[in-house]
């Protein structure tokens, strides 16, 4: 099994819908991350938590929420999503400041 | 505003020879540097990593290299095998978050 599982691999929906991205994790890893991946752009920064009770916004988080059930868990939604949330995203952990991350498969969401 | 900047979208090698991925950061404050490899319909992985305290570290084939005054770092692979195809990412951070460069897609000709 993956260290980090993330799901759906892909998702196609209907602009003005709810979706819902989930991760989880067996490394045991405090830090929990969601990226977004668009061409030209790299990876950015959506939400980052710390530990359960820590959520901290990154570089773009409007027209997103998270949710961190439990250590190994993390969720992103699109409350109401729009064609240019369309993307690949990535979960990640990682379990001190410097470590480096590990990623899971990705999620392709596209939003028509 | 991106702090990671990876100026070459793309870039063909071929096999055997050097292949170098050049990164440069705006962020005096970024103090270690990391760099990723992807495959196709994979997440990223971690490849080497690099301290501002060091100017190189060398891990097999593969080498970072950190000039803190041009505020450029440099991905070295030696020799370049076809399995090295795949987009390698350089990320910054000053501890509590990564900064991604957008990507350089290294294709080994054989």
């Known amino acids: 099994d993956a260290d980090v599982t993330q799901t759906p691999r892909n998702r196609i929906t209907k602009t003005g819908k709810r979706i819902m991205l989930e991760c989880s994790q067996t490394k045991g890893h405090d830090r929990m991350y969601w990226y977004r991946q668009d061409p030209g752009l790299g990876l950015r920064l959506i939400y980052y938590?710390?530990?359960?009770?820590?959520?901290n916004k990154g570089e773009i988080s409007d027209g997103y929420s998270v949710s961190r059930q439990a250590q190994a868990k993390f969720s992103l939604s699109l409350e109401s999503a729009i064609p240019n949330q369309t993307a690949l995203y990535f979960c990640a952990t990682s379990d001190f400041a410097l470590g480096g991350y590990t990623f899971g498969s990705g999620t392709r969401l596209t939003v028509v | 505003d991106q702090q990671v900047k990876q100026n070459s979208p793309s870039l063909s090698v071929q096999e055997g020879r050097i292949s170098i991925l050049n990164c440069d950061y705006t962020n005096s404050m970024f103090d270690y540097f990391l760099w990723y490899k992807k495959y196709p319909a994979e997440g990223p992985t971690f490849l080497i990593s690099i301290s501002s305290i060091k100017d190189k570290n060398e891990d097999g084939r593969f080498t970072v290299f950190l000039n803190k005054s041009a505020k450029h770092l440099s991905l070295h692979i030696v020799p370049s095998q076809p399995g090295d195809s795949a987009v390698y990412f350089c990320?910054?951070?000053?501890?509590?978050?990564?900064?991604f460069g957008t990507g350089t897609s290294l294709t080994v000709i054989p």
């Open positions: 990320a910054a951070t000053t501890g509590n978050q990564f900064y």
């Open positions: 938590s710390f530990d359960v009770k820590d959520i």
